[in-house]
């Protein structure tokens, strides 16, 4: 038998049990990734991070994520939030104003802006574009009249974790909106690639935002860093914000089912990228126990 310390914290958000859940492993250098799984399974929250040593000079540590159904090689609030539990756990010091993380899509730069409860920013990683989709599909595989989106054409944006970007009219229509595993069928069709949903109206703050992915045993999800910059850049051509360097705007996320979660976005313009922030709320510290797994 064996026991590992974790932490729980709310990541994006000031307030205790609102943004999107978290649990931290800071110390999984002796768990191997199918234990992992099935770690991220029993805990049964959006994501679960595992700190391990980096291989990599250049970073502080190596993160590892599980959803309850599978691996993730980039996802924004773990690595939000694993900083802040590096941070409060002083294995990265509390005067460090920046260092970077390693993850399966490579290593994160981070900054950190103020003292015990920091505002917390990564970088995100680069974005790739995929196909684009008929608007009338989308709307159908989420419940919603083709009226009730913006006239923009849907597309698939990576950065490190593809989304389908969908541009619904108002507030209402993003609220009425529910994608099952029947709705994401008719959406892929024939493709076998794993992807989110991701929908959003323009607000005068910057969006409205909701996160399907149910292939990733997530029904929704209250607060989805990885696709908040695929989401910049896709607001960004379509000159709903403006794409000068220093714009700031902020997506909020997860208000529909009660886990409120405010994402800060930064333009940096081409060359330095886009930049994800947010506040992280501790919950719980705890240990887990474990004895063979079979």
């Not at 539990?85 to 399966?104: D, G, N, P």
């Not at 108002?170 to 529910?178: E, G, I, N």
């Not at 069709?189 to 997530?218: D, K």
């Not at 696709?227 to 960004?236: E, K």
């Amino acid at each position: 038998m064996k026991s590992y310390r974790y932490t729980v914290v709310d990541v994006f958000t000031t307030d205790v049990l609102e943004g999107n859940a978290l649990a931290v492993f800071p110390d999984a250098s002796d768990l191997d990734p199918t234990t992992m799984q099935k770690i991220a399974r029993e805990l049964n929250l959006a994501e679960t991070a595992f700190v391990l040593p980096a291989t990599r000079k250049d970073c502080v540590a190596r993160l590892r994520v599980f959803t309850p159904a599978r691996e993730l090689a980039f996802a924004g609030h773990p690595t939000v939030g694993t900083a802040f539990v590096l941070l409060q756990k002083e294995i990265v010091l509390l005067s460090s104003s920046a260092f970077v993380l390693e993850v399966q899509a490579g290593p994160i730069p981070l900054r950190i802006e103020g003292g015990r409860r920091p505002m917390i920013w990564l970088r995100t990683p680069p974005i790739s574009e995929g196909r684009c989709y008929d608007s009338a599909l989308c709307a159908g595989a989420l419940g919603l009249e083709p009226r009730e989106l913006l006239p923009i054409e849907p597309q698939l944006l990576s950065a490190g974790n593809p989304t389908v970007i969908v541009a619904a009219k108002d507030k209402a229509a993003v609220d009425r909106a529910w994608l099952d595993l029947a709705g994401l069928k008719s959406l892929k069709g024939a493709e076998s690639e794993t992807f989110c949903v991701f929908l959003f109206t323009p607000t005068a703050e910057g969006a409205y935002s909701r996160m399907f992915a149910p292939e990733y045993g997530i029904a929704e999800d209250p607060a989805t860093g990885s696709s908040t910059g695929p989401l910049a850049a896709y607001m960004i051509r379509h000159k709903l914000v403006s794409g000068q360097a220093g714009t700031r705007f902020i997506s909020e996320q997860g208000t529909k089912m009660g886990r409120r979660s405010l994402l800060h976005v930064e333009v940096q313009g081409e060359d330095d990228g886009i930049y994800i922030g947010g506040h992280v709320t501790p919950v719980a510290e705890a240990v887990m126990t474990l004895g063979i797994l079979t």
